[in-house]
């Protein structure tokens, strides 16, 4: 049985437009629409299969040997690397049931998400940066030198002897042997044509055992969502170049805190959890007792 889109409002707007008059899906009245911004590379794909946590553009240990070259190096790039976001939000986030599709709380959030630079996901887009800056390492020659001082100087940094140019030379077989997955990342961006917004309609019974949520605005969503869910799409063109540096620009401040409606599902995922913890808490005192 093919699963089809049951889309009930479609918009076309620009980025510029949505900073004026924040993006509303108004026909859709429901507490428990949230809302995925991704690129137009995507879009096929997400009408055709929904919205899967399963990562297929990269292995988890992609992200470990980038993240193992920076620390090797003692040398962590510019002060917009992608190395801090590799070394803490995406270190385990592609692992297993760690996996999810994320999505925000209201439209204007997901702006953010639906721009060039995203394109693929926020880890996709730190690896990029990864990538760019450890190219313009091995290409800049007094660059590369002040890291090999640095590395001759502090030989047992992380436990083990370190020879500067073994080190030197591992960061430029690291950026020739995963050539495919760095010109599959470049490519998303190429590719991009116009960020896309997806209106989601979650099912309680259905969804929310597999919720997780850490503040108000995102929330990740760790089983598959078919596309019969997919009830609004928003198409936003005009992407300016400053589009995907600020989160604020997309604010609407109009939005309620969804964290004061115990009716969205980001206000019943702590009610549930404490549910859950309670029962646990409930069957572990009833059916496995203490013995002192």
Same mark, same amino acid.
């Given at each position: 049985m093919v699963v089809k889109m049951k889309i009930i409002h479609e918009i076309e707007t620009t980025y510029a437009e949505c900073i004026d008059n924040p993006l509303r899906f108004k026909p859709i009245r429901d507490?428990?629409?949230?809302?995925?911004?991704?690129?137009?590379?995507?879009?096929?794909e997400i009408e055709d299969r929904g919205l899967e946590p399963f990562n297929r553009?990269?292995?988890?240990?992609?992200?470990? $040997?980038? =993240?193992?070259?920076? *620390?090797?190096?003692?040398?962590?790039?510019?002060?917009?690397?992608?190395?801090?976001? !590799?070394? %803490?939000?995406? $270190?385990? =986030?592609?692992r297993? *049931?760690?996996q999810n599709v994320y999505c925000c709380s209201y439209p204007n959030a997901s702006? !953010?998400? %639906?721009?060039?630079?995203?394109?693929?996901?926020?880890?996709?887009?730190?690896?990029?940066?990864?990538?760019?800056?450890?190219?313009?390492?091995?290409?800049?020659?007094?660059?590369?030198?002040?890291?090999?001082r640095r590395l001759a100087a502090h030989p047992r940094d992380c436990g083990?002897?370190?020879?500067?140019?073994?080190?030197?030379?591992?960061?430029?077989?690291?950026l020739i042997e995963?050539?495919?997955?760095?010109?599959?990342?470049e490519c998303l961006v190429a590719d991009h044509k116009y960020g896309v917004v997806y209106a989601v309609q979650l099912r309680m019974e259905q969804h929310l055992p597999f919720l997780v949520s850490d503040n108000a605005t995102d929330l990740g969503c760790r089983i598959p969502i078919h596309p019969d869910r997919l009830v609004g799409k928003a198409r936003i063109r005009n992407?300016?170049?400053d589009d995907a540096d600020s989160v604020?620009?997309?604010?609407?401040?109009?939005?309620?805190?969804?964290?004061?409606?115990?009716?969205?599902?980001?206000?019943?995922?702590p009610l549930y959890r404490a549910r859950q913890a309670a029962l646990l808490k409930e069957l572990e005192t009833k059916y496995c007792p203490v013995d002192y």
């Open positions: 507490s428990w629409v949230v809302y995925h911004g991704t690129s137009s590379v995507f879009e096929q553009l990269f292995d988890p240990q992609d992200v470990d $040997r980038v =993240r193992g070259a920076f *620390d090797n190096l003692g040398w962590y790039g510019a002060a917009d690397s992608g190395y801090m976001f !590799l070394a %803490s939000y995406s $270190r385990d =986030r592609h297993g *049931d760690r702006l !953010l998400f %639906s721009t060039r630079e995203f394109a693929g996901g926020e880890t996709a887009r730190q690896l990029r940066k990864a990538f760019r800056d450890l190219e313009r390492l091995v290409s800049t020659p007094d660059l590369r030198d002040a890291v090999r083990v002897d370190r020879d500067p140019d073994e080190v030197l030379a591992s960061v430029s077989t690291l995963p050539g495919p997955l760095r010109d599959k990342l992407e300016r170049p604020s620009v997309y604010s609407d401040p109009k939005v309620l805190s969804t964290l004061e409606n115990a009716w969205t599902p980001f206000g019943m995922i």
